[in-house]
């Protein structure tokens, strides 16, 4: 009986022992899965034109002092509203103008979007499966990608998701009380922050999804405990005062905020964004990858299930059914929509996650996470054999060489994502399911970021490497500098300038310069112009490269190249 005691004794010191160690690994999982998170940013250079672009505006508000109208090549650019113009300005007044500071805001608020994930599922469901979901989010490829580029679309589904997490915080609290009325604050300040990230959407989307929710549950409570109230005078005090100060500076700009960039993109083609109706099926299909089956099967119990109770004896918020119709609600918008483009839909991610990280945690088993492990194994090793079908399949030149440095980062990528299948299938022998989703996981997410690693290779299709380092030398502050028949939007941002854009409109087509100061119309004006500057530069497009000599321009020029010609004077 002593030396029962005695191990007794000891067994608590153990197992605070093994707490201490488990939390270590744990701690040091999460550094490893945030330095991971962070490690492509600044070996990627831009892409060509949406990262060139969202990069260069804050870069131009910094530098003209304007932090009301966001402009583009010094020319109004109101198709957006300024939330991430701010924010990264901000980070380059604090960490300098540079490629991986401009990505910052969207990658920082990917990752938190796993935190709230995270949070959310544990809140619901328990730990368990608040890390399912976090790690089916991580590796779900469309989040990821869109996560780690400069666009507006990652910070959108942040903050729309956002706003549904604290609701469905506040629902669950009693009503009318403290808890209840934090949460639905913090959800209409997610909301306001979304419009000011990208506009109506923001508020569209939510409020349909409540609708198609209160008509499919015949439930409209949710709708009186929304806090209106106390809700809207807090979306007004963060959005109006950027939209009357912007409208005061640019009297056009209602009309073609409101009407231009939001009915008519959603009800026209005028953006020629069209795709067919199926776009964003596929698009969310192959988004989800390699979770796809889990997904599904969580969307079809969830839809079978109908009403559920989560107390015992009351009736309450169906939470899984929320997050479906929220995620096919955004699928049919965005599908009704007469412009598509793929980040669109990456807002109807996290709720897909939730539901399946909570029908691993109650559903899952072994048997059913084989087939994820069977379309990872798939797709990693059709990485590992990108190299030949690239030589078979692509016509020797520029574009198979470019392809081929993707495919040696694909092979990487392929032999790491490997390594993570292999572990889950020995978690997955000895009944260690948890090892096995973290291994896929974290395999797949190590295997996205080596591949985004190989799009520096397509910088010689899409533009012209060094050309900045170029052209840097023959400018200064007062040289004239023009970009003929064409705008690249990583340009300016290289050379932290802007320039005269000549016979071309692009990106710039819809905005506001009534005195055309950063305008030519015509090839024939830039060479009468060209011949009284004593000092100039300028980028030609190869396509009007003849039309210019026709004009009798005989330029000098430092390079000329397949996509872009260099001429400067003297």
Known sequence: MTGVSKLSALQPARSGSDLAVRGALVGMLVFLGIALWFANMSYRTLAEPDEGRYAEIPREMLASGDWITPHLNAIPYLEKPPLQYWATAVAYSVLGVAPWVSRLWATTLGLLGIVVTFMTGRALWGTRAGVFAALILASCPLYFVIAH???LDIALAFFMNAALMCSLMAWRADPASRTERRWMWLCWLAM?????????????????????????????????????????????????????????????????????????????????????????????????????????????????????????????????????????????????SGSKLAPYIVPAVPPLALLAGRWLQSRGTIRTLWPTVIICGALCLLLLCLDPLVAHFVAAGPKQTAYLKIANWARLAGAIGLAGVVTAVLAMRTHRMNVAVLALASGFSFALTLLMCGGNSLDALRTRPGLAALIAPHLTADTPFYCVGM?????????????????????????????????????????????????????????????????????????????VVVMVKP
């Open 149 to 151: 580029i400069d666009t």
């Open 192 to 336: 306001a922050s979304g419009f000011l990230q990208k506009g109506l959407v923001a508020i569209v989307l939510p409020a349909v999804a409540l609708f198609a929710y209160a008509l499919l549950y015949r439930d409209f409570r949710l709708w009186r405990r929304l806090r209106l109230r106390e809700g809207l005078p807090i979306f007004a005090v963060l959005t109006l005062p950027w939209l009357i100060l912007v409208s005061l500076r640019n009297p056009d700009f209602l009309q073609f905020f409101f009407i231009h960039e939001h009915l008519a993109r959603f009800a026209t083609t005028v953006h020629h964004r069209s795709e067919p109706w199926w776009f964003f099926i596929a698009i969310l299909a192959v988004g989800v990858l390699p979770w796809i089956t889990i997904v599904l099967r969580a969307a079809r119990d969830c839809w079978r299930d109908g009403r559920s109770t989560d107390r015992p004896g009351r009736s309450t918020l169906h939470t899984e059914g929320l997050l479906l119709i929220w995620a096919l609600v955004q699928l049919a918008f965005f599908s009704a």
């Open 487 to 563: 705008y690249w939007h990583t340009l300016p941002f290289a050379l932290q300038r802007t320039c005269t854009v000549v016979q071309h409109t692009g990106e710039l087509e819809t905005q506001f310069d009534p005195q055309r100061r950063h305008w030519m119309p015509t090839v024939e004006d830039f060479a009468a112009q060209w011949r009284r500057e004593p000092s100039a530069v300028a980028v030609v497009s190869p396509a009007v490269w003849s039309q210019l000599q026709a004009t009798g321009l005989v330029p000098r020029t430092i390079l000329q190249g397949p996509n």
